[in-house]
């Protein structure tokens, strides 16, 4: 008996030491890890390490999208609360420095009163989306994408201009034609330049001081108003526009001349318009001082890439002269790009276009064969322009906003896409158009405002396009006021989803492919079937619907 008490003695003992923390750490392990260790027993088991991993890599696949959406939207929420709390800030401190009472007579008042335009624009330090997107190897490959296809392009050209010609042939005949007589335009430049440097700035401030001392406040501002309202349309309406169609200016130039007419009548527009408040607001609370901005304050916005008017603005703190010269290379590789998609997809097709009777067979050929021309003329328009060489400008002028656009091509709606295409031109219209009605006439007439906006800049946009190309024909004009409005209400921010987003794209391709056809048809018309004394009503009357040439 004692030596059978002796042996489960020692037999206890035995299990007792066999359950250390390591091997009580092991029985609680997953049993795939256990039969991972018993089963390897000093060899490695290669298939199932393969299938671990492939279960984890799986499991982080799936919990990517999730984690990257979560982390997106309380950024986006994170920015939104810090930027409306910003702009909030000097109300609130102003309204913490009187009673409750006072500021309940002040809501009373307001609420019996017409309120005025609520802050405006708020500008911060952050960079453009296509120098973030840049720094992903995969939106770079697309970029390499397309410089291969202008390398093709080259290609091409040279290779078919050899087998004609039996030599190179390097001219650049259509690039030199379209943008002749530089002279004139750098010159109708200087002037519009200057004048929108001196007029505007010179009649705020005589206006400004003599404001507040005038005893006949209503006709001072009448007449200093009349005075500016007669320099945007005269001197920067009719002058321009004149010097462009009496030269005789070829397109290209043309669009250089009237771009920037238009470009400095929304910039001084903007100077007056956030002004002239500033300085009422003074004169009312009867302030010693009256606001005036400093001249170097206004030269700097007339070149800052922004349509909205600051004292000051956020600044970087240094010049990168080869991001600057990058830019402005990429702008220069686009205009070649240009070139090279009119030369080999344009030409061609329009050419011999008069020769053919206007039919609706040929114009459905015509308008699908023009939208890969179409297409890609617009990507070369919103990356040369709205990214290259605003962030050149930006960049030089050490502008530290760079949210020139946001990211159109993921938009559902058109509303959308509005927004966010060209974001410089849609704070204009929404702080000094839309707003701006809706103070005038209330809140409860927004489709009146959102309409009358959409009618100024489809007229402004055909009346850019009218005088560049010599002609009138409001292809734009009505896909905007009319197709565009449509799509405005009907695909609007309510449509969510990759469905949306794909009848967007489909819309603007067909958008851009009828922009092309229409007015490269009429554009060689008008050069074969031209008109010996031309009426104002021979400018309004599409030729190409009755041009027929037999060659």
Same mark, same amino acid.
């Given at each position: 008996?004692?030596?059978?008490?002796?042996?489960?003695?020692?037999?206890?003992?035995?299990?007792?030491?066999?359950?250390?923390?390591?091997?009580?750490?092991?029985?609680?392990?997953?049993?795939?890890?256990?039969?991972?260790?018993?089963?390897?027993?000093?060899?490695?088991?290669?298939?199932?390490?393969?299938?671990?991993?492939?279960?984890?890599?799986?499991?982080?696949?799936?919990?990517?999208?999730?984690?990257?959406?979560?982390?997106?939207?309380?950024?986006?929420?994170?920015?939104?609360?810090?930027?409306?709390?910003?702009?909030?800030?000097?109300?609130?401190?102003?309204?913490?420095?009187?009673?409750?009472?006072?500021?309940?007579?002040?809501?009373?008042?307001?609420?019996?009163?017409?309120?005025?335009?609520?802050?405006?624009?708020?500008?911060?330090?952050?960079?453009?989306?296509?120098?973030e997107l840049f720094e992903v190897s995969h939106i770079t490959t697309i970029y390499h994408m397309f410089i291969a296809l202008l390398i093709v392009f080259i290609l091409s050209t040279l290779l078919v201009d050899f087998i004609d010609e039996g030599?190179?042939?390097?001219?650049?005949?259509? +690039?030199?034609?379209?943008?002749g007589k530089f002279p004139v335009v750098f010159c109708t430049w200087l002037c519009m330049f200057s004048a929108t440097v001196v007029v505007p700035y010179n009649l705020f401030v005589w206006w400004a001081q003599g404001y507040s001392s005038s005893?006949?406040?209503?006709?001072?501002?009448?007449?200093?108003?009349?005075?500016?309202?007669?320099?945007?349309?005269?001197?920067?309406?009719?002058?321009?526009?004149?010097?462009?169609?009496?030269?005789?200016?070829?397109?290209?130039?043309?669009?250089?001349?009237?771009?920037?007419?238009?470009?400095?009548?929304?910039?001084?527009?903007?100077?007056?318009?956030?002004?002239?408040?500033?300085?009422?607001?003074?004169?009312?609370?009867?302030?010693?001082?009256?606001?005036?901005?400093?001249?170097?304050?206004? +030269?700097?916005?007339?070149?800052?890439?922004?349509?909205?008017?600051?004292?000051?603005?956020?600044?970087?703190?240094?010049?990168?002269?080869?991001?600057?010269?990058?830019?402005?290379?990429?702008?220069?590789?686009?205009?070649?790009?240009?070139?090279?998609?009119?030369?080999?997809?344009?030409?061609?097709?329009?050419?011999?276009?008069?020769?053919?009777?206007?039919?609706?067979?040929?114009?459905?050929?015509?308008?699908?064969?023009?939208? +890969?021309?179409?297409?890609?003329?617009?990507?070369?328009?919103?990356?040369?322009?709205?990214?290259?060489?605003?962030?050149?400008?930006?960049?030089?002028?050490?502008?530290?906003?760079?949210?020139?656009?946001?990211?159109?091509?993921?938009?559902?709606?058109?509303?959308?896409?509005?927004?966010?295409?060209?974001?410089?031109?849609?704070?204009?219209?929404?702080?000094?158009?839309?707003?701006?009605?809706?103070?005038?006439?209330?809140?409860?007439?927004?489709?009146?405002?959102?309409?009358?906006?959409?009618?100024?800049?489809?007229?402004?946009?055909?009346?850019?396009?009218?005088?560049?190309?010599?002609?009138?024909?409001?292809?734009?004009?009505?896909?905007?006021?009319?197709?565009?409005?449509?799509?405005?209400?009907?695909?609007?921010?309510?449509?969510?989803?990759?469905?949306?987003?794909?009848?967007?794209?489909?819309?603007?391709?067909?958008?851009?492919?009828?922009?092309?056809?229409?007015?490269?048809?009429?554009?060689?018309?008008?050069?074969?079937?031209?008109?010996?004394?031309?009426?104002?009503?021979?400018?309004?009357?599409?030729?190409?619907?009755?041009?027929?040439?037999?060659?």
């Amino acid at each position: 008996m004692a030596g059978d008490d002796c042996v489960r003695k020692r037999q206890a003992g035995s299990t007792a030491a066999s359950k250390t923390p390591e091997n009580e750490e092991t029985q609680r392990r997953p049993e795939s890890e256990r039969s991972f260790q018993n089963s390897s027993n000093g060899w490695v088991d290669v298939d199932h390490v393969i299938m671990r991993k492939m279960q984890l890599i799986a499991e982080a696949e799936q919990l990517k999208p999730a984690f990257m959406k979560e982390v997106d939207s309380h950024f986006t929420e994170f920015v939104n609360s810090l930027v409306a709390k910003s702009a909030l800030l000097d109300s609130s401190s102003a309204a913490s420095l009187f009673p409750a009472s006072c500021a309940e007579k002040e809501l009373h008042k307001a609420k019996n009163s017409r309120a005025p335009p609520e802050h405006g624009k708020i500008f911060t330090a952050r960079r453009s989306l296509l120098d973030e997107l840049f720094e992903v190897s995969h939106i770079t490959t697309i970029y390499h994408m397309f410089i291969a296809l202008l390398i093709v392009f080259i290609l091409s050209t040279l290779l078919v201009d050899f087998i004609d010609e039996g030599r190179l042939v390097l001219g650049f005949d259509l +690039l030199v034609f379209v943008f002749g007589k530089f002279p004139v335009v750098f010159c109708t430049w200087l002037c519009m330049f200057s004048a929108t440097v001196v007029v505007p700035y010179n009649l705020f401030v005589w206006w400004a001081q003599g404001y507040s001392s005038s005893s006949h406040r209503a006709v001072h501002s009448f007449f200093y108003g009349m005075l500016f309202t007669l320099f945007q349309i005269a001197g920067l309406g009719f002058g321009p526009t004149y010097v462009a169609v009496a030269y005789a200016l070829p397109p290209a130039s043309r669009f250089i001349v009237i771009l920037e007419q238009v470009r400095l009548v929304m910039k001084a527009h903007s100077f007056i318009r956030e002004n002239v408040p500033r300085v009422l607001s003074s004169v009312k609370d009867k302030s010693g001082t009256v606001h005036i901005p400093r001249i170097s304050q206004y +030269l700097y916005f007339l070149f800052a890439p922004t349509l909205i008017y600051r004292d000051n603005y956020p600044r970087n703190p240094t010049i990168r002269w080869g991001y600057v010269a990058t830019k402005f290379a990429q702008v220069l590789g686009s205009l070649f790009y240009a070139y090279y998609i009119f030369v080999r997809l344009c030409i061609p097709l329009f050419r011999n276009s008069s020769q053919e009777t206007f039919n609706l067979r040929g114009l459905v050929l015509c308008i699908f064969n023009s939208i +890969l021309p179409g297409v890609l003329i617009l990507f070369l328009v919103f990356f040369a322009f709205l990214h290259c060489w605003l962030n050149a400008f930006a960049e030089m002028l050490r502008f530290a906003d760079r949210m020139f656009y946001k990211d159109w091509w993921n938009s559902t709606s058109y509303a959308n896409y509005y927004r966010t295409w060209n974001v410089v031109v849609h704070d204009w219209l929404y702080y000094y158009a839309y707003r701006d009605f809706l103070w005038f006439f209330g809140k409860k007439f927004r489709a009146a405002a959102m309409l009358s906006v959409f009618t100024v800049s489809a007229a402004v946009h055909e009346y850019v396009l009218s005088i560049c190309f010599g002609f009138f024909y409001p292809v734009l004009f009505c896909l905007f006021s009319c197709f565009g409005v449509v799509f405005n209400f009907t695909l609007n921010d309510s449509r969510k989803g990759p469905f949306w987003n794909v009848i967007m794209w489909t819309s603007l391709f067909l958008g851009q492919g009828v922009i092309i056809c229409l007015y490269s048809q009429e554009w060689y018309a008008r050069q074969y079937c031209p008109v010996e004394n031309p009426t104002f009503l021979d400018y309004l009357k599409p030729r190409s619907w009755s041009c027929h040439v037999k060659m």
